[in-house]
Structure formats: C-alpha cells, structure tokens
T-cell receptor, first 116, second 112 residues
Framework: AQSVTQLDSQVPVFEEAPVELRCNYSSSVSVYLFWYVQYPNQGLQLLLKYLSGSTLVKGINGFEAEFNKSQTSFHLRKPSVHISDTAEYFCAVSATYGGATNKLIFGTGTLLAVQP | ETGVTQTPRHLVMGMTNKKSLKCEQHLGHNAMYWYKQSAKKPLELMFVYNFKEQTENNSVPSRFSPECPNSSHLFLHLHTLQPEDSALYLC???????????FGPGTRLTVL
C-alpha cells in the first residue's frame, strides 16, 4: 500500500523569499502525485499533478514540483512567495497498476505561513 | 453553476437532531467521495461511490448514512451525532475512481 509523508507541519517564511514544502511517498508500483492547496474555510484546490513525462511540473500561482523517483519525493517549490500564499498544502499519491488507479492517499498537510 | 457545490456551508445541530448534507457536481464525473477534516488530524476518507455504487466505507459509524441517487448528487444523512463529529465535511468528485479529485467548499458542522 502507498503512503505519503509531509515532514513539516508548519513552514514560516518571509514574503518574497523562496520556499520548499517537502513530500515523500512510498509505493511498490507506479504512482500519480498531486499537490493541493486549502485556503481558510475553503475546500481543496489542485495546484499541480504529475502523471507521466517530464519530472518538473508547473502549476498554478507560480508553484512547481519535481518528481524524483530515486528519492521517492515530490517537493513543492516557489521562488518568491506572497502573503496570499498563506494556506495549508497537501501532497497526495495514488498507485497505478494494470491500467487502473487506486484511491488518493493524502499527507497530513503543511501550513505555509508567509510573514511580511 | 460549475464545479462541486455543497449545502449548507455551515450547520449547527444538537445531538438528537437529524440533518442532511448535500453535494452536487456539475462535471460529469463518475466517482464521488465524502471526507471528514478535523483540526490537527489528517483528511479522513469516509465513503466512496463509483457509478452510484458504494465501493468504500472506512469504518464510519452508522450515525452517518450516505446516499447517492445519481452520479451527480451525493448526500450524507446525519442522526444522533456526537460533539466529536464536529468537523469540516468535504465532498469531492473525479472522472474515474483514483483520478484527480475536485473538491467542494465543505460544510462546517458543529454538534452541540
């Protein structure tokens, strides 16, 4: 079975600084990987996804993530954050085999707190 | 209206009340999900419906009863809830089971 680990429960960062939110997964089969963002009092919104192809994935709001199979990681990065990026970020994985996909497994989330 | 909608957005109920949460998706998806999100806890998958059939029930107490009358609508019927059931309840849908999920805004439930 697959699992997702987000080691950092909270990441404080100053505005305009770069940020990296870490995500590691475990799975014995191929995976699809996702990053979701949740703003206060809202549902989850997809930031970006990796299904296949280029390991560097660009998403909305200037975020990008890199799939590293050897390190089983899918870290999220942004070169310069804004106050409006303050939110909870969730990494998720689903296993794929035989042309079918399994359910999404979510990490515990990382709160990105951008300070002025 | 587009995407996934949920009503009501906020709900306060007593432990003896009966209420229902509604979710509607306008995306033509075949799978729908109920999640519970409590403070300081991981997102918990409660139920999964695939082509209107329940395919997953993650040991959810019977005081939560899902209903999926068609592939666009999903309900969560609530009765005799406990204060620890207070949480944000999120509905999601996906084209196929396991694909990228689209979430609604959630219903903030408070049980007194």
């Amino acid at each position: 079975a697959q699992s997702v680990t987000q080691l950092d429960s909270q990441v404080p960062v100053f505005e305009e600084a770069p940020v990296e939110l870490r995500c590691n997964y475990s799975s014995s089969v191929s995976v699809y990987l996702f990053w979701y963002v949740q703003y206060p009092n809202q549902g989850l919104q997809l930031l970006l996804k990796y299904l296949s192809g280029s390991t560097l994935v660009k998403g909305i709001n200037g975020f990008e993530a890199e799939f590293n199979k050897s390190q089983t990681s899918f870290h999220l990065r942004k070169p310069s954050v804004h106050i409006s990026d303050t939110a909870e970020y969730f990494c998720a994985v689903s296993a794929t085999y035989g042309g079918a996909t399994n359910k999404l497994i979510f990490g515990t989330g990382t709160l990105l707190a951008v300070q002025p | 209206e587009t995407g996934v909608t949920q009503t009501p957005r906020h709900l306060v109920m007593g432990m003896t009340n009966k209420k229902s949460l509604k979710c509607e998706q306008h995306l033509g998806h075949n799978a729908m999900y109920w999640y519970k999100q409590s403070a300081k806890k991981p997102l918990e998958l409660m139920f999964v419906y695939n082509f209107k059939e329940q395919t997953e029930n993650n040991s959810v107490p019977s005081r939560f009863s899902p209903e999926c009358p068609n592939s666009s609508h999903l309900f969560l019927h609530l009765h005799t809830l406990q204060p620890e059931d207070s949480a944000l309840y999120l509905c999601a849908s996906s084209q196929e089971y396991g694909n990228e999920q689209f979430f609604g805004p959630g219903t903030r439930l408070t049980v007194l």
